[in-house]
């Protein structure tokens, strides 16, 4: 089953903060997150494991919602390097397969 | 270190006409994905090999698509005959231990 999404796309000012969603209905053994731009690989930028635990470097955390199979991505006073296509990548289960089903992705515009 | 190294990195043939594309992983990666991004969507896994053995397949359309890693290395990915539907970029990765995905920059294929 793919995650959901939201929002689908954000259209920010620099400096501005964004929130973006990632649910699943199944129980979930792990969430990763990774950013795409146009063109490009998509880039991995963190993992969370079940147990509620909240992660993240300077300005770009995450949290996992276990009960709620919910993740959020937190970037705080963007910037125009944020720019690209956000997705999240759940691994289903008790377990690590290493199998992620990824999301439909949220388009994240940061404009000067 | 080296990363996911993918080719080609475009491919435009007609419909009915065959294709492969090649992969060579981060050195040490047990774990290797290939994964078909539509224009617009997240990646979906297409294959999932531990070594050179099949982890997952199940939305692989064994009918027209096929793929090999032989010694656990290298991985090619084949479709024939290719549909207009197939066009798609064609995603590589590797991981350690199941754990975050390393993209390649990919293959962009356009069925004609």
């Known amino acids: 089953q793919q995650p959901v999404q939201s929002p689908q796309a954000v259209i920010l000012r620099e400096g501005e903060d964004a929130v973006i969603n990632c649910s699943s209905s199944?129980?979930?053994?792990?969430v990763h997150w990774y950013r795409q731009k146009h063109g490009e690989a998509p880039v991995f930028l963190m993992i969370?494991?079940?147990?509620?635990e909240q992660k993240g470097h300077e300005k770009i955390s995450a949290s996992f919602n276990e009960k709620k199979q919910q993740s959020s991505l937190y970037l705080t006073a963007s910037q125009l390097s944020y720019s690209g296509t956000y997705f999240c990548?759940?691994?289903?289960?008790?377990?690590?397969?290493?199998?992620?089903?990824f999301g439909q992705g949220t388009t994240l515009q940061v404009k000067p | 270190e080296a990363g996911v190294a993918q080719s080609p990195r475009y491919k435009i043939i007609e419909k009915r006409q065959s294709v492969a594309f090649w992969c060579n992983p981060i050195?040490?990666?047990?774990?290797l994905y290939w994964y078909q991004q539509i224009l617009g969507q997240g990646p979906k896994l297409l294959i999932q090999?531990?070594?050179?053995?099949?982890?997952?397949d199940s939305q692989l359309p064994k009918d027209r698509f096929s793929a090999e890693r032989l010694k656990g290395v290298d991985s090619t990915l084949k479709i024939q005959p290719a549909k207009l539907e197939d066009s798609a970029v064609y995603l590589c990765?590797?991981?350690?231990?199941?754990?975050?995905?390393?993209f390649g920059s990919g293959t962009r294929l356009t069925v004609v």
């Open positions: 990765a590797s991981s350690l231990d199941r754990a975050s995905h390393v």
């Open positions: 969370l494991l079940k147990g509620g």
């Open positions: 990548g759940t691994a289903d289960g008790s377990s690590n397969t290493g199998k992620l089903i």
């Open positions: 050195s040490g990666h047990a774990t």
């Open positions: 090999f531990q070594n050179n053995g099949v982890v997952d």
């Open positions: 199944k129980a979930l053994y792990s």
